[in-house]
T-cell receptor, first 115, second 113 residues
Framework: KAGVTQTPRYLIKTRGQQVTLSCSPISGHRSVSWYQQTPGQGLQFLFEYFSETQRNKGNFPGRFSGRQFSNSRSEMNVSTLELGDSALYLC??????????????FGPGTRLTVL | GNSVTQMEGPVTLSEEAFLTINCTYTATGYPSLFWYVQYPGEGLQLLLKATKADDKGSNKGFEATYRKETTSFHLEKGSVQVSDSAVYFCALSDPTNAGKSTFGDGTTLTVKP
């Protein structure tokens, strides 16, 4: 079956702009998690959605938000972009969520560059 | 809070050498433990996992044993190949903290022919 897909793969924005990233989970998976990966901070958890509800949130400012649709597809939005938001944004899906013994399946990521 | 500490890299080995990447964790509950691998330009892929103490996860010649007494989940492989060159992440999921996984900083492995 198809894996996790993320669009777009690459994005270049300027400071102050906003951006929306999209993630389509594996069919049947209800949990979608978002992570930010940077060379300096490693992999940081942003938030997790399950059945359209945000279940958990990491330590990121309110400029980072997300949502999940009834078909489990998820979007994350970053407003008022800062240079430090440049990162690889990874999405992962699983059946029940990362707190269970489920395996998380990761997408290839969206590489965001803020100029 | 939960945390995962990985052996610092980068690690450079010759082909057929023995690999160990150390991973220790701190968690309030009884976490599941994972090793993920990330190849250049790609997302993370699950390599192996263990869901309870003394479980051994294994895949593609890699092994790791869930040691509760030492809170460790070290990754080992007896004979590495050039194709094993990648970044390896140790991670945990804690059932008492629904929806959140914690990852180590990653260890870059380079295998030379």
């Amino acid at each position: 079956k198809a894996g996790v897909t993320q669009t777009p793969r690459y994005l270049i924005k300027t400071r102050g702009q906003q951006v929306t990233l999209s993630c389509s989970p594996i069919s049947g998976h209800r949990s979608v998690s978002w992570y930010q990966q940077t060379p300096g901070q490693g992999l940081q958890f942003l938030f997790e959605y399950f059945s359209e509800t945000q279940r958990n949130k990491g330590n990121f400012p309110g400029r980072f938000s997300g949502r999940q649709f009834s078909n489990s597809r998820s979007e994350m939005n970053v407003s008022t972009l800062e240079l430090g938001d440049s990162a690889l944004y990874l999405c992962a899906s699983s059946l029940e969520g990362p707190a269970s013994t489920d395996t998380q399946y990761f997408g290839p990521g969206t590489r965001l560059t803020v100029l | 809070g939960n945390s995962v500490t990985q052996m610092e890299g980068p690690v450079t080995l010759s082909e057929e050498a023995f690999l160990t990447i150390n991973c220790t964790y701190t968690a309030t509950g009884y976490p599941s433990l994972f090793w993920y691998v990330q190849y250049p330009g790609e997302g993370l892929q699950l390599l192996l996992k263990a869901t309870k103490a003394d479980d051994k996860g294994s895949n593609k010649g890699f092994e790791a044993t869930y040691r509760k007494e030492t809170t460790s989940f070290h990754l080992e492989k007896g004979s590495v190949q050039v194709s094993d060159s990648a970044v390896y992440f140790c991670a945990l999921s804690d059932p008492t903290n629904a929806g959140k996984s914690t990852f180590g900083d990653g260890t870059t492995l380079t295998v030379k022919p």
